[in-house]
């Protein structure tokens, strides 16, 4: 594994963890989000936001 890929493998679940927050956040506060879906921008709304799971959410990083 070469030094990108070390780095890579580090980031790229903390950055997937923020991610589901964010998402998490604009569904228990009601807001929407905009999805890219079948070549479109679609809109959700805050009751069709899935909820996402804890193992999701876990992060290193701070708030």
Same mark, same amino acid.
């Given at each position: 594994?070469?030094?990108?890929?070390? #780095?890579?493998?580090? $980031? %790229? *679940? !903390? $950055?997937? +963890?923020? @991610?589901? =927050? +964010? @998402?998490?956040?604009?569904?228990?506060?009601?807001?929407? @989000? !905009?999805?890219?879906? /079948?070549?479109?921008?679609? $809109? #959700?709304?805050? +009751?069709? $936001? *899935?909820?996402?799971?804890?193992?999701? =959410?876990? %992060? %290193?990083? *701070? /708030?």
């Amino acid at each position: 594994m070469n030094e990108h890929q070390r #780095l890579s493998s580090k $980031i %790229t *679940p !903390a $950055i997937q +963890a923020r @991610i589901a =927050q +964010a @998402i998490e956040r604009h569904r228990k506060l009601g807001e929407s @989000i !905009a999805i890219w879906r /079948d070549g479109k921008v679609v $809109i #959700l709304e805050a +009751a069709q $936001i *899935p909820k996402m799971s804890v193992e999701q =959410q876990e %992060t %290193t990083a *701070p /708030d």
